[in-house]
Every structure is written in C-alpha cells, then in structure tokens.
C-alpha cells in the first residue's frame, strides 16, 4: 500500500503502481482482496480526474479499475472479470483495411496471451510458480497443457516463421517463449499483467482466465472480418471473399483452444467457479456480435436471456446492425453481380456456418462435462440452455444452411 501512497501525492497514470494490487489478487483472489486495499483503489475512483497522463495509459487505468473494483462496486460480469477492457480488443469494424495486417494482429495477440500462459505453466512444473498455489496440477498433466498450449499456437506460430525445435514439451516451450518474448511490446506486458485478476487462488483459474481471453481476442476479430466483409460485398465482391475466408480460418484456428480448456480438473474448476457467479459468456459481445453479424435473430431469441445478457448488441440489431445475409440478398438481386464470385462467396458462408456450429458443439460438450445438469453462472438453467442455441440457423437461406 506505501506504493500507492508515494504516488497518490503525484498521481501520472503512466506511473501507477498495478503491482500492489496484481500481487494481492494472485495471494488470495479477487474475491478476498483486503478492506485497505478497496479502500485505496476506491479513493482513487472517486478523485479519479487528478490523474494525468497520455491517453493510452489512461484507459489502461481505467480498465483495470473496472476489473479490479467489479465485486466491490456491484458490477461484477464476464466483461470485468476477463478483464476485457484491459486488453482492448477492438470493438467495431472501421480502420481495418487489410486481412493479412488483421490476421498478423491477431497473431501477435494470441501469441502474446497464450504465451503468457506457457509461462505460468512451465514455472509451475519446475517448480518455480509462487501465485495461485492451490490445486496445482500434477507433472503428467502440466507436460499435457504445455502441449495442448503449443498446439493450438502452432498455426500462428508458422506464420510468425517460429518453429518448434523439440519434442520435449518443457523445451519447446523454452524455445517458443524465447521466441515471442522479443515480439510483446512494453505496452502488452503491462496490459497482460494487469489483465490477470484471478477471484481465487487455485492454479486452473490462470488458464481458464487466458483461454477465455485468447476466444475474445478472436471473437474480435472475427467479428472485424465480417464487417469487412458485409462493407464489401457489393463493390468489391473479391475483398469481401477474402474477409470471409479470413473469418473462417480465426474460426478453425480458435477452436485449437477447447482440448486445452478441457485440460482444466474439474475439482478445481468448481473450486474457483464458487465465486464466478453472475460473470458467463452469455454476456460474451464479441460472440453475439458475430452471430448477429451473421443475421438477424429471430424475435424469440433477441428477446430473450441470450440477448438481454448483452443489451449493446441487442441495440445495435434493433438499430438495424448490417448482415452478411442481407449483403448477400442485395448481390443476389443484382444483375451485374459476378456469378462465379457470388458461388464462392456462398460456399465461404455456408463453411462459416459449418465452423460455427462445431464450435457450439465443441462448447456444448465441455459444460457437459464441467457442469452436468448444475445451471450456468450467466443464470440459465445450463445445458438445456446451450441445447436450444445449438440449432438455430447461422443463416436462414436454405443454400448457407450448416449441415
Ligand atoms: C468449463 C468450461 C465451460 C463451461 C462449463 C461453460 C458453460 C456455459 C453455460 C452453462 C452457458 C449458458 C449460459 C450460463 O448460464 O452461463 C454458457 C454460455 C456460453 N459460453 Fe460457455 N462454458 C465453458 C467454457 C466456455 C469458453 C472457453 C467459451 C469461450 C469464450 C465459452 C463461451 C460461451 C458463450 C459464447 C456462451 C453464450 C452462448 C449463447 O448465448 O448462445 N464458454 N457456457
């Protein structure tokens, strides 16, 4: 707290001391961070325009006060307790001009996050890890999620020219974060260390938190892609193939990260989940995004939990949110539209579906596995819940239908 104290007298925000609060959540969780400590962060919301500073650090401040008070001030959710304000993924489609420049952010970011998360499990399995002590998995299954890890890196890693040089996991793993660490700027470091507040100190929360993250970070930019995609469509039918083609593969390649989840003990899962709750990825806006990118909800779903849990996207559809269905429903009336290059763009939709329904049952199998019939944190009765999502239609023309 003397930390906080010092720079209280000259609060920069570039200065902040994150440290002091980082370092007690990784001692005893979120949920149990000492009075002193809320009372300090709290003094600095109230007077919160006495810090200065340039204005990346400024929002980097103010979205780990989100995070870090979430419980404190009432509004604990999955955005919060992700952390997602932190690591600023991008939110809407506009200034993205290049797929290959996307797909390399995208890169950079899951490298930068799940390399974080070799990290910690590397330390833990020699015996060098100190935070989140609890539970901590055994050697058997820490050499399993380094590979798991390493695994679902893989096809960024390829593209970053990174190979693997061992079979050894502990030595890939050494090599790979050799590899990366020269790439994570200043500025992510800071956003990762400040994006890992755990409510628990049990050791799977760390790799629950950044899975969750590294989903995000492509959800984002999935979603850029296809409103790239719907922007192009009728002027530059070409453009928009390859944002959809770009979608699919961030589709394809995320779903590297559900063995990796699995990997989780549920004994501690359900340890840690004791103080999750009112924080689910029903409230996931990078998700809904792109489904209702896709097209629009029914009426019975945008109405319901599923989109009440995320009442900014609720509102972006309502205001008429663009779809790539509609996009598509204007090239199909056009009479100058290139036919081959409508097909193509039909079968990148129609795999895009596909991809997307894995994915819900990929996610359905693994609440069945963690939960069984136990009712969601996002207050849905669970699994009969994720059931029903899992048949509605990505698209409703009968051509595009997943099958
Ligand atoms: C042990 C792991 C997991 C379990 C047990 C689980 C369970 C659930 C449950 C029960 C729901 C229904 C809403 C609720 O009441 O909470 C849900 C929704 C959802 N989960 Fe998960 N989940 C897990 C991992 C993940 C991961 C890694 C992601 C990736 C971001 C994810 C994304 C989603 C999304 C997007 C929804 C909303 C689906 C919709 O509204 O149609 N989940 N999950």
């Not at 919160?48 to 604990?76: I, M, N, P, T």
């Not at 996991?169 to 800071?190: C, F, K, T, Y």
């Not at 509102?315 to 008429?320: I, R």
């Amino acid at each position: 707290m003397a930390a906080f104290d010092l720079w209280w007298q000259d609060p920069g925000a570039e200065g902040f001391p994150f440290g002091f609060a980082i370092d007690a959540s990784h001692e005893v969780g979120k949920q149990f961070l000492p009075e002193e400590m809320i009372g300090c962060l709290a003094r600095l919301r109230e007077a919160r325009s006495r810090v200065g500073g340039g204005a990346e650090a400024q929002r980097l401040l103010d979205g780990f006060l989100d995070c870090a008070l979430d419980k404190h001030e009432g509004r604990y959710d999955y955005a919060t307790y992700c952390a997602l304000k932190v690591l600023d993924f991008p939110d809407d489609g506009t200034g993205f001009h290049d797929p290959a420049g996307v797909l390399e952010q995208r890169d950079l970011g899951l490298l930068a996050l799940m390399g974080d998360l070799l990290g910690f499990e590397l330390d833990a399995l020699e015996g060098r890890a100190e935070i989140l002590p609890l539970m901590r998995p055994g050697a058997e299954l820490g050499r399993r999620r380094l590979r798991l890890t390493l695994a679902a890196l893989r096809p960024s890693l390829d593209r970053a020219g990174l190979a693997i040089h061992s079979d050894e996991p502990e030595d890939a793993a050494r090599n790979v974060l050799e590899a990366i660490g020269p790439r994570v700027s200043q500025q992510m470091r800071r956003r990762l260390a400040a994006s890992m507040l755990p409510v628990h100190v049990v050791h799977d929360e760390y790799l629950f938190l950044r899975v969750l993250q590294g989903f995000e970070l492509s959800f984002a930019w999935i979603a850029v892609s296809l409103w790239q995609a719907i922007d192009a469509m009728p002027s530059a039918p070409a453009t928009s193939l390859g944002w959809l083609h770009l979608a699919n593969q961030l589709l394809r390649e995320v779903s590297r990260l559900f063995p990796l989840i699995g990997s989780m003990q549920p004994a501690a899962f359900h340890e840690f989940r004791r103080y999750t709750e009112g924080a689910s990825a029903i409230q996931s806006a990078g998700y809904k995004t792109v489904e209702a990118l896709c097209r629009r909800p029914d009426a019975e779903r945008l109405d319901s939990p599923a989109y009440r849990s995320v009442p900014e996207v609720q509102a972006a559809v309502q205001e008429g949110l663009p779809t790539l269905e509609d996009a598509l429903a204007a090239m199909n009336e056009d009479p100058e539209a290139d036919v081959a290059l409508r097909g193509e763009i039909e079968a990148e939709l129609a795999a895009f579906a596909r991809q997307l329904l894995r994915w819900r049952q990929a996610h359905y199998q693994i609440a069945r596995r963690f939960l069984g019939d136990r009712s969601g944190t996002g207050y849905t009765e669970g699994l009969p819940y994720l059931d029903k999502g899992r048949s509605v239609p990505v698209f409703r023309a009968a051509s595009l239908r997943e099958t």
